[in-house]
């Protein structure tokens, strides 16, 4: 097994997690993201016309985007599992994912991008607005968690892992967890409880 990867991607890291949590043994190939070896090689872009990582190569199996190469890995390797049985669990699981992928990590690469100009050259609204998008979403969290929820949709799914990257970097982005979340602010401290998420921060 091979992943193509850029090791501060988040839809990388994502993969990464479900790799880990499975227990599952690759090789990484890195794709410099800075140097624009993602649209450049020719090779590389055979495997995703896209030009983006992750790209997993599992024996003859090429599959890329981070979503699709998670179920494929919980299809092919359902131990432990990672979805629930339930179908309306499962679409649950893949609602809280595509609004991750959609809005909560994006907001989180703007300020990540803004904070990475000269501070003389930072766009202060930019930076407020996508910084009050993430809060909202930490709120919106909330909800999701209430009734003692130890996790998103119950149990560790990948819904939790898709939000991981984003979470794990918001205190360098600025955003702090309002205390009165106290069911997110737990849920967080319980993810970075976790191996698989530890190992992204090693």
């Keep these: 097994m091979k992943l193509y990867d850029y090791p501060d991607c988040p839809f990388a890291q994502k993969v990464r997690v479900v790799l880990a949590e499975k227990e599952l043994e690759y090789e ?24 983006k990582v992750p790209v997993l190569i599992d024996d003859e199996v090429v599959v890329y985007d981070s979503t699709i190469i998670n179920e494929y890995l919980e299809d092919e390797y359902p131990h432990p599992s990672l979805m629930p049985e339930d179908s309306s669990a499962r679409a649950r699981v893949r609602t809280l994912e595509d609004y991750c992928d959609n809005s909560f990590l994006p907001s989180a690469g703007f300020v990540q991008a803004e904070l990475s100009k000269p501070a003389e050259e930072q766009d202060a609204e930019r930076l407020a607005r996508y910084r ?16 003692g929820k130890e996790y998103l949709v119950g149990e560790f799914s990948l819904a939790d892992i898709s939000f991981v990257p984003a979470l794990l970097i918001l205190p360098r982005l600025g955003v702090e967890v309002d205390p009165a979340l106290r069911s997110v602010t737990a849920w967080i401290n319980r993810l970075k409880q976790r191996p698989s998420v530890q190992s992204l921060e090693r």
Excluded: C
């Design 28 to 51: 990484t190939i890195f794709v410099d993201l800075r140097t624009g070896e993602h649209r450049q090689n020719a090779e590389f872009l055979k495997l995703n016309p896209y030009g």
């Design 132 to 147: 009050n998008e993430l809060s909202r979403g930490l709120k919106r969290l909330e909800a999701f968690l209430s009734g």
